[in-house]
């Protein structure tokens, strides 16, 4: 499904990837973990299609096509998802609005006609009922004065609602009470399907109690630099990233 | 010894129009409105038209919109209006108690008058200062007379027609009060325009204007109003600009409250070459409310000024401002906000925003909040941003599958929406969210184009 070849990627000046690779496909579970600073939040804004990033070597590819030459826009229409680690607040668009707008982009992009607002208030519902969520987040504007939980749940709502091919969780932990951690991941774990996959990204081990990886990747200044089952992830809460740091130096 | 060639400034030709034109100017107009004549073009050969070094027209220049030839309506020239053509552009059509002006002057092809409450007066300012002067005469120039502003004497000296509304004390008007104000010319036009507007104590209405300008014409627009909000009387007064890029609108009014009322004016601003609008407020008794806003579009080499002011005469009374901007492309704008509170008025709340949203490079925005503040026991805040859009939000709204174009128009609507939410009428909320649609997507500036094909 997604294949990453040697993706070197730099911001302003500065290289942050140095040389990743990474193939991920349907069905599978993907871990990236690593300590703050490794390149984490950088490879799920560079696969969403983020602009601040210079890609300066390197491929990747999405259901056989090139990925970097897409806008975001295009590739949450072909399947791409990214979980915010800080969802932005947008006072004035109601969410609403603005599931709608998403929904039916989305629809268009595969040739299926606009929900009509009773269709899309069911699937509304529908998907509220599914991740257990208050009808209280639907009535705002987007994201504004939402708790951190709230956020978080939100972006999994969204997720819902668009049932992406490949969704990428970038710190949905973090900020997180152990309640909303257990709701957020029960609805990744809902959403699971055997033609979907997932790529977490966090720097904790303990969302991987809830939600449980396939593969386990270590991330560190720029590389994969260590990878495993579901067992790294322990290892790695047991021994810290200093095992890898100095395993490294 | 030297010979000074002196130039004749466009003001000294409006100067001597007024002159060879006295007798035109007071024929047929009641002696309320000639008799402010003679002081007010005195007053404006004085001042001239004023360049940036005056404080209050720094960023924004008339001269130019002043030195262009301009016929003049001396006189009432009659036409039909088609009222299908006139709602094809981009006026909000509302249940409304409607009337229209032709180039300043009333037009009574329709009479509006049957449906509304007993006691209601509502039709052209010319004909009810001949009709029924006792209504009119406590009232004109009274705030507008003590204005030193040059547009406001230009538009008292040539002054004869405008809407006038009067609303007895108890009065509610439910459905709203549509004033459209056409403006067409084959040739470039100077119109003039005066409106009064009386709410009496108890009174409630709700006002909409709507200027169009349709022709490619050049108009330059100098409108002036007066309104008065008697005590515990409920006065929203909502303007839509939307005139063509070669088009200037000066628009001034002046409101004055009684004890208790309760004023809300907004003014969107939705196309137009210039436009300048002053706003002045006076509380004249306590526990008296304004509330005004504002939200302009501009792109192209558009400029649009707003200029308020809030006299806290009186204690005890509240003002709150949010006045916005989005400008594109060269277009250009400016906000100057005076709070003026009284060393009596204690116990004051002033509060004034100004946000701005640059869409291009070239675009800018000045922004001048002015406080004064003479009383020790008062509320006063205002605060003025200027930026870009925000990038963050951008990019998560294409992450979710929606498009650049779309994503940005949703965010421009979400910036003005603050202000269209100020607006007590939901049905043209409703219009005006449209219209903001068809500006963002460059419908309206379509339908000014074609006119000039």
Redesign the interface.
Known sequence: MLSIKNLRASVEGKEILKGINLEVKAGEVHAIMGPNGSGKSTLANILAGKADYEILEGEVTFLGQDLLELSPEVRSRSGIFLSFQYPVEIPGVPMVNFLKASVNEHRKFKGLAPLTAGEFLKLLRAKKEMLHLDTELTNRSVNEGFSGGEKKKNEIFQMAMLEPKLAILDETDSGLDIDALRIVAEGVNALKTPENATILVTHYQRLLDYIVPDFVHVLYKGKIVLSGGKELALELEEKGYDWIKNGNE | MSIISEKITPADQLVSLFEHSRETLNQGSSPILNRMREVSIKRFAQAGIPDFRSEDYKYTNLKPAFEKNYRHELVRETGLINLNEVFKSNIPQLDAHLVFLVNGWFYSGNNPGAELPKGVVLGGLEQIANEQPELIQNYLNRQAGLSNDPFVALNTAFSKDGFFLFVPKGVLIEKPVQVINLLSSDENLMATQRNLIIAEAGSQVKIVVCDVTLSASSILYNTVSEIFAGEDALVDVYTIQNLNNLSTSINSAFCRQQRNSNLVTGIVSLHGGLIRNNLKVTFNGEHAEANVNGISFTDKKQHVDNNTLIEHSSPNCLSNQIYKNILDDESTGAFAGRIHVARDAQQTNAFQRNNNVLLSDKARMQTKPQLIIDADDVKCSHGATVGQI?E??L??????????K??RM??M??????VILKINLEPLRDRIDELIEKRLNGEISRFHDQLSE
């Open positions: 925000n963050e939000a990019f998560f709204l294409r992450a979710r599958g929606i498009g650049e779309d994503a949703m965010l609507n979400a910036f003005a929406h603050e």
